[in-house]
T-cell receptor, first 113, second 116 residues
Framework: KAGVTQTPRYLIKTRGQQVTLSCSPI?????VSWYQQTPGQGLQFLFE???????NKGNFPGRFSGRQFSNSRSEMNVSTLELGDSALYLC????????????FGPGTRLTVL | DQQVKQNSPSLSVQEGRISILNCDYT??????FLWYKKYPAEGPTFLIS?????DKNEDGRFTVFLNKSAKHLSLHIVPSQPGDSAVYFC???????????????FGQGTILTVHP
C-alpha cells in the first residue's frame, strides 16, 4: 500500500497570505488528523476528520481550518498567516477505530516571512 | 498544561546496551499509548502501542511497560543499534465517547543517540 502523501513538501509564504495544504491518506483509511510541529511546542493536534466530518478539534484559532472529501483526501487551510505559523505540518491517517494507530506523512514545511 | 511529558530531552547509550525512554502522563482518561520514532525531515513512524488493560507489550527488540497507578510508561530497546538513533515520541489517546481515536497528545520527545 502507498503511504500517506502530503503536498507540497515545502512552502514559503509572507505574512497575511493564506495557504492550503493537501493530504492523501492510505487507501481504506477514513480518519485524517493534522498536527503542527514546532521546536518550542512539539507536536500539537490541530483537528481530525472522519468520513468528511470534523470529529475532533485542538486549541488553535479559527484561522486554521480543514475539510475532508468523499475519497478521504483532506486539505488544511491557514488564513492570514503569521510568523508563528512557521512549522512542519503533519498529516496522519488511520482506520479511526479503537485499536488503530496513525500513519504519518512526511509533512509540509511552511515558512512564513 | 502538558498532559504527556518526556522529561529527558536526550539519552546516549552504547551499541548493544539497553535504551530506556520514559514518559509520564497526567490525564487519567488516557487509555491507549503509543511510541513513535522520528528522523529529521520525515514524519513519525509508529513503533509500538499498549492498551491500558495491559502492563506490557513486546515486539522484537521493543518492549513498552505501563504503570497505570504511577501514570508512567517506558520504552525499552534491547539491544540498541546505531540505526535506532532518532527522536522518540510518546503519545496518548482517550477512547472517551468513542470519537477521540484520531486525537493524539504527544510528549516533547527524547533524542536517542546510540554510539557504535
Amino acid at each position: 500500500k502507498a503511504g500517506v502523501t502530503q503536498t507540497p513538501r515545502y512552502l514559503i509564504k509572507t505574512r497575511g497570505q493564506q495557504v492550503t495544504l493537501s493530504c492523501s491518506p492510505i487507501s481504506g483509511h477514513r480518519s485524517v488528523s493534522w498536527y503542527q510541529q514546532t521546536p518550542g511546542q512539539g507536536l500539537q493536534f490541530l483537528f481530525e476528520y472522519f468520513s468528511e466530518t470534523q470529529r475532533n478539534k485542538g486549541n488553535f484559532p479559527g484561522r486554521f481550518s480543514g475539510r475532508q472529501f468523499s475519497n478521504s483526501r483532506s486539505e488544511m487551510n491557514v488564513s492570514t498567516l503569521e510568523l508563528g505559523d512557521s512549522a512542519l505540518y503533519l498529516c496522519a491517517s488511520s482506520l479511526g477505530t479503537m485499536v488503530s494507530w496513525q500513519f504519518f506523512g512526511p509533512g509540509t514545511r511552511l515558512t512564513v516571512l | 498544561d502538558q498532559q504527556v511529558k518526556q522529561n529527558s530531552p536526550s539519552l546516549s547509550v552504547q551499541e548493544g546496551r539497553i535504551s530506556i525512554l520514559n514518559c509520564d502522563y497526567t490525564n487519567s482518561m488516557f487509555d491507549y499509548f503509543l511510541w513513535y520514532k522520528k528522523y529529521p525531515a520525515e514524519g513519525p513512524t509508529f513503533l509500538i502501542s499498549i492498551s491500558s488493560i495491559k502492563d506490557k507489550n513486546e515486539d522484537g527488540r521493543f518492549t513498552v511497560f505501563l504503570n497505570k497507578s504511577a501514570k508512567h510508561l517506558s520504552l525499552h530497546i534491547v539491544p540498541s543499534q546505531p540505526g535506532d538513533s532518532a527522536v522518540y515520541f510518546c503519545a496518548a489517546r482517550s477512547s472517551l465517547g468513542g470519537t477521540s481515536y484520531g486525537k493524539l497528545t504527544f510528549g516533547q520527545g527524547t533524542i536517542l543517540t546510540v554510539h557504535p
